[in-house]
C-alpha cells in the first residue's frame, strides 16, 4: 500500500510538470497582453510592467522562473490586481469555495443515490419514472438557469433565503442546491444504472434464494458494489465542486476561487493563471488517488499494486 | 457499509467545519453617542483595480478613492471644483504658475497634510518604475511628461514644496480646467512619512499603513465580498458629511444587484456602482424613479481609414449616416442617451448644442454616398462590399452591433459580419490596426472638450483609425496656449468640423448616466463624469 | 421369437410426411439476430420511443422549420420584446429578432455540437478506459495520469489558442469540448471494467484463450454499457452548456447566429419581464436531454446481455 502511494506520488509530480509547461506554453501562445489599457501607454511604462513582472526574460528563462517559484508555491503578484498576491487570493477564496462545494456535495451524494436506488427498486414502475423525470430536469436545466429561477422566486418573490452574498448558511443554501442539481441528478442514473445490474447478478440472486431481505440484500450487498461507478465519478467532481463555479458565483455573489479560473485568463493575468492553474491541478490528482485508495475499501475484489502488470 | 458510513460522517464534519469559514459578524447601528447610525448600501461589480490613487484607472476605484482622499481641489455634486486640502490658490497672469496654500488638514492617523505629501505622490505616479497607466494625466506639469518617459529627471518635475503648507505648481502651457484636474485621483495626495516606512501601504487596504485625508476611512476590504468605510473624524470638513458608514458589498452581476435593490438591501443603483440592468429600465421608466443626466462620454465606431475599403471617406460617411441612432437607443439601449452627433459630448462647455455635420438615418443621403464611394473602389453593385465590425465581448456591445450590422445591410445592401472578441485582444487588435471597424468609447477625466478632441492630434496612442490631419492638429496646439476662452473654444469647435467631416469616426450616442435610489436618500446623483461624492450623500429615516 | 415372415413391410403402409428433419431441429422460438432482438425490445419501450419521437420531430424542425419560416433567424423586425403571438409564436427577442425560427436555428447548431461531443467521448473515452483497465498496472497508471493532465490543464487557453489558428465556428469548440469531456467517460468505464474483468465469466472466457480484444468487444463493454450510456446522456447536455458559457465568453458561435444555450443565456436576465426569451431555449433544452435520456435508457435496456429473455 504504501509503496503503491509513494509510485503515485511519483506520477503525481511528472503530471504536475506537464500541467504546468502546458500552461506556460498555452498562456503565453495567446494573443492579448495583461497590461493592455484603454488609455494607451507610453513605452517606458509598458517596458517598466514587463520588466516588474519578468516578461522581458526570453521565454525560456521564464519557463524556469514559472517551474521554481511553483515548485516553492509563490506565484507572484496578479498582474491585474496588482496589491493582491495570487496565493492571498486562493488563500480567502478556496475555504469559501469549499464550503459551498461540500455542502453541494453532500446534497448530491445523499439525495443521488437515494433517488437512484429507489428508481431501481421500482424498476418500471411509477416512482421509477418520477425519480428519471426529476434526473432529467436536473441534468438538462443548466445550472445559470437554475440559480435565476430559484433566487427570482425562493429568494426575492418569497423571501424565504437571502438573495446573494456569503454571510451566513442561509446564504448558503440555494447556491449549494443549483451546484449540486446536476451532479445529483447524474448519480441518480448512475446509482440506478448499476443497481439494476447488481439486483440481477447471481450472487443477489443467491441470497435472495437464501431468503435474505429484500432490505439487507439492497443496502449491504447491491448498493455497495453499485456505488462504484459514482465514487470514481466523484472524484473528478469534488475537485470541480470544490474549487467553485464561476456562474454560480456570479449570480449569488459570492466570494469563491471559481471565478479567478475565467477571469484570470480573460485578464491575461499569467501569474493568477498558473497559481489557480497549480491549484486545482494539486487537488484533482489527490482526489483522483484517494478514490483510487477508496476503491480498495469499497470493492475487496479490487487489489492496488504497484508497477506490476495484471495483464 | 460501515466504511461507507464513515465517509458520510467525514463529509458532515467536513461541512460543519468549513462552516466556520462564513464571513460575517455583528454590527452594531448606533454611533456612541447612540444616535441612529446613517448608513448607505451600495455595490459594486468586483474588488476595486488598485487602491493607489496613482495606479488608478476607473470609475470604480475612483469613486472609493474620492472617499478616502483629497486633493487640492474637491468635485461638488455638480462636477464643478470646489475646496479641498488648498485653503487658497494664487494663479499668476499667464496663467502657468499655481501657488497653493494647504489648509490645516490631517491624514486619518493624525499627521498634518503637507505639501511634501503632494510633491512626493506626484512624482511617485510619474517615475517610469511605477508603471502607472495614468501618469499622463500629469503631463500638465512642466517636465513631467519628460521624467515619465525616461528622458527627464524628478528634479525637473515642476512641483516646488516652498514650506509645508505652500507648493508651487507650474505648467506647460495656461490649463483653464487645472482645478478639475487637481480632484482628479491621480492627483491625491499620499502620506509621504508612511509611504516612506513602508511603500507596500496601499497593498492592505484595510491595513493600519492606509491612511487617507478623506471624508471616509477604510476600515474593512474583504476581497470579491465587500468594502466598509466609515466617517473620518479627523477630516477637515467633517461636519458636512452626513453618512455614518458605507457598507459596499460586491455584485458582479447586474441581474443580482437589481433583485438586492428590489428587496431593499441596496440604496442606490447606477454609475460608478453597479448599472442598472437593461432589462430593468422599461419598468423604472413607467415608475417614474429612473434618474437620466448627461454623461461626458462616447459611444462611436472607429473606422481603419489605412484599410482598403474604409480608407474611402464617402463609404465612410455612408456608413455613418445609415445607422438609426434614435431607433437604437429608444429599442436596445433605452437609457435616454443622445443621439452621437460630433466627438465631444453634450455636457461640454460651448459643445452643448448637438452639431449637424451629417443627417443621422437618411438613407437617401447614405445611398448617395455610398454610390460615390464604389465607383471611386471600382466596385459595381454594395454586396461585393465586405466589411468586418468588431467590438469586445458583452453583452451590451453585442447587441448594438447587430443592430447596426442590420441597418447596414438592410439599407445599403453591404454584406456585414460581426467579429468579436476578448477585451485584451480586442484592444492589441485595435492597436495593431489589424481592423476595418470597430466598437470604441470614450469617458472624459475632466469635463473639457480637449480631453476628447486630443486623441486624434496624432497617429498612436488612442488614435487607432490612422487618421491624422495637419490643420486639426494646428488648431489643437492653438487650444493649448489660447488665453481667452471663447478663442479657445472656437478653435475646439473648428477642429471638430475638421474631423466630423472625413468620418474617421462614427458617433453612435453620448452616454446618459442611470441611477435609481430608494426614497431614504438624498444628494446622490452621477456627475457628468460618471462620479459620485460620499461626502454629499445623506440619508434620511 | 417373431416370424419374419409375417412382417411385411408394404410401401403403402408408410406415408410420406416430407422434411421433418428440419423441423425437428427448429427451435421452439424463432430464431433472430442480437440486433433485431434489440431492436425488438426497444420498440416495446415506450417512453423510449416517445423519446424517439421526440428526437425525430426536433431534428426534423431544425432541418426543414428555418427553410420554410417567414422570418430569419438574424432578421430584426422592429417588435422588441414581444410576447408570443400568432405572429411570433414564441415571441421576440430584445433586438426584435422571432424567437420560433431562432429556436429552430439554434437546434442545428446545439444538437450537431451535442451528438459531436457524444460520439467523440464515447470513441476515445470508452477505448481509452477499457484499455487502461484491462492492461492494469503501469500502462493503466500512465493512461489515466495523461488524463488527469488534460483536465487540469485550462480548456479555455485552449479554445483561445485554436481560435488563433482557426476560424470562430463550431470546429474549435467541438474540440476543445471534446479534449476534456472524453476523460469522464473514460474513468467510468476503466472502473466498470475493473470490476467486471474479475468476474467468473470474463475468467472462464480468458481461460477458453480469448483474446483481450474479444474479451473487451464481447464481454466487458456489453456488461459495461448501462454505466456508458449514462455518462453519454450527461456528455450531451454539458456540450450544450459548454457552448453557452463559450459564447457568454465571446468563444462561442459569432453573433448574430445562436444556440440554444446562448439564447437561454442571453434571456435568463429577462426573466422578469420577457419570460420567454429563456422559457423557449430552456425548454427545447429540457426536452432534447429528456429524449436523450429515454432513448438512452431504452437502448440500455435493450442492449444489456443480462436483461435478455
Sequence with gaps: ?311 | MKKLGTLLLLLVSGIVLAACNFGGGGDSDTTEDGEAMKELNVSITSDPPAFHPALATDTTSGAILASAFEGLTRLDAKGEPTEGMAEKVEVSEDGKTYTYTLRDAKWSNGDPVIAQDFEFAWKWALDPENAADYAYQLYYIVGAEEYNNGEGSADDVGVKVIDEKTLEVTLVNPTPFFDELTAFYTYFPVNSKLAEENPDWYKDPSGEDFVGNGPFNLDEFASADHITLSKNDNYWDKDNVALDKVNISMIESEATALKEYQAGNLDYLGAPFNSIDLNALDGFKEDGTLNVSDQAGTYMIVFNTKDEILGNKNIREALTIAIDRQGLIDNVTKGEQKPGSGLVPLTMTGFEEPADYFKSNDIEAAKAALEKGLTELGLDSPADLKIKLSYNTSEAHAAIMQFVQQGWSKNLGIDVSLDNSEWQVYLEQLDAGEYQAGRYGWVGDFNDPINFLEIYKRDGGNNQTGWTNEEYTNLLNQVATETDEAARTQYMKDAEEILMSEFPISPIYFYTNLSVKQDSVKNMEADPMGNVQLKYVDVEE | MIDKEHIKLNPEDFEVVGERDKEAEQLSKKSISFWEEVLRRFMQNKLALVGLVLLSIIILGAIFVPMFSEFTYRQQNGDYNAAPSSKYFFGTDDLGRDIFVRVWVGARISIFIGFAAAVIDLIIGVAWGAIAGMRGGRVDEVMMRIADVLTAVPYLLVVIILLVVMQPGLLPMIIAISITGWVNMARITRSEILKLKNQEYVLAARTLGASTGHLIMKHLIPNALGAILVTMTLTIPSAIFTEAFLSYLGLGVPAPLASWGTMANDGYPALANAPWRLFFPAAFICLTIFAFNTVGDGLRDALDPKLRK
Design chain 1, 1 to 311: 500500500m504504501i509503496s503503491y502511494i509513494a509510485k503515485r506520488l511519483v506520477y503525481i509530480l511528472i503530471a504536475m510538470w506537464l500541467i504546468i509547461t502546458a500552461t506556460f506554453f498555452l498562456m503565453r501562445l495567446a494573443p492579448g497582453n495583461p497590461f493592455a489599457s484603454e488609455r494607451a501607454l507610453p513605452p517606458a511604462i509598458q517596458e517598466s510592467l514587463n520588466a516588474q513582472y519578468g516578461l522581458d526574460n526570453p521565454w525560456y528563462v521564464q519557463y524556469k522562473d514559472y517551474l521554481i517559484n511553483s515548485a516553492k508555491g509563490d506565484f507572484g503578484t496578479s498582474m491585474k490586481y496588482k496589491y493582491r498576491e495570487t496565493n492571498d487570493m486562493i488563500a480567502e477564496s478556496f475555504p469559501v469555495s469549499m464550503t459551498l462545494g461540500l455542502e453541494a456535495m453532500f446534497i448530491a451524494v445523499a439525495f443521488g443515490v437515494l433517488i437512484g436506488t429507489i428508481a431501481a427498486l421500482f424498476h418500471n414502475k411509477w416512482p421509477d419514472y418520477l425519480m428519471t423525470i426529476l434526473a432529467v430536469l436536473g441534468i438538462s436545466i443548466p445550472s445559470f438557469v437554475m440559480a435565476t429561477i430559484l433566487q427570482y422566486y425562493l429568494a426575492l418573490q418569497l423571501n424565504l433565503f437571502p438573495i446573494a452574498g456569503w454571510k451566513g448558511f442561509a446564504y448558503s443554501i440555494l447556491p449549494a442546491v443549483a451546484l449540486a442539481s446536476t451532479p445529483m441528478a447524474f448519480i441518480a442514473k448512475l446509482t440506478r444504472s448499476s443497481m439494476l445490474e447488481e439486483t440481477n447478478s447471481e450472487y443477489v440472486k443467491m441470497a435472495k434464494a437464501k431468503g435474505i431481505s429484500k432490505p439487507v440484500i439492497v443496502f449491504k450487498h447491491a448498493l455497495r458494489n453499485a456505488l462504484l461507478p459514482v465514487v470514481t465519478y466523484l472524484a473528478p467532481l469534488t475537485a470541480g465542486v470544490v474549487t467553485g463555479s464561476f456562474v454560480i458565483e456570479k449570480i449569488f455573489s459570492i466570494p469563491g476561487l471559481g471565478k479567478h479560473f475565467v477571469t484570470s485568463i480573460t485578464n491575461r493575468d499569467y501569474t493568477v493563471i498558473m497559481g489557480t492553474t497549480v491549484f486545482y491541478a494539486v487537488i484533482l490528482l489527490l482526489a483522483v488517488l484517494i478514490v483510487d485508495i477508496l476503491y480498495s475499501f469499497i470493492d475487496p475484489r479490487i487489489q492496488l499494486r504497484g508497477g506490476k502488470s495484471n495483464d
